[in-house]
């Protein structure tokens, strides 16, 4: 339990980044449409976060999992966000889950090492 800070580190980052990208969903309720369709764009807007809440939960018991999961849906923002074109987006939306799934990986192998 020496390095219980080295989980948790990656568990906060992935939690703090989930809130965040859930606060871009509520723009959705402004607008002059049904309450059905605003809540069908806010399903579609909160896909990125419940998909970082499930790796989250996957992680928790399975930290390579978890890392590896980061790291797909780390690409798949790249791609689908096109954080690549400014380097704010790149460093929240790329990097900072880059460095939740590197330290997933580490946490994982020393705690296999033991």
Same mark, same amino acid.
């Given at each position: 339990?020496?390095?219980?800070?080295?989980?948790?580190?990656?568990?906060?980052?992935?939690?703090l980044?989930?809130?965040?990208?859930?606060?871009?969903?509520f723009?959705?309720?402004e607008?002059? *449409?049904? +309450?059905g369709?605003?809540?069908?764009?806010? &399903?579609?807007?909160? /896909?990125p976060?419940?998909l970082?809440?499930?790796?989250?939960?996957?992680?928790?018991k399975?930290?390579?999992?978890?890392?590896?999961?980061?790291?797909v849906i780390?690409?798949?923002?790249?791609?689908?966000?096109?954080t690549?074109r400014g380097w *704010?987006? +790149?460093?929240?939306?790329?990097a900072?889950? &880059?460095?939740?799934? /590197?330290?997933?990986?580490v946490a994982?192998f020393?705690?296999?090492r033991?």
């Amino acid at each position: 339990m020496k390095h219980n800070w080295l989980i948790w580190i990656p568990r906060v980052m992935v939690m703090l980044l989930a809130a965040f990208m859930l606060l871009f969903s509520f723009d959705v309720f402004e607008g002059d *449409e049904s +309450l059905g369709m605003k809540l069908l764009g806010f &399903l579609m807007h909160s /896909i990125p976060s419940i998909l970082l809440v499930i790796c989250l939960l996957v992680s928790w018991k399975h930290p390579l999992a978890g890392g590896i999961i980061l790291l797909v849906i780390t690409a798949a923002m790249a791609y689908f966000f096109k954080t690549y074109r400014g380097w *704010e987006t +790149l460093v929240f939306f790329s990097a900072f889950p &880059l460095v939740a799934a /590197i330290l997933y990986f580490v946490a994982h192998f020393i705690s296999n090492r033991r």
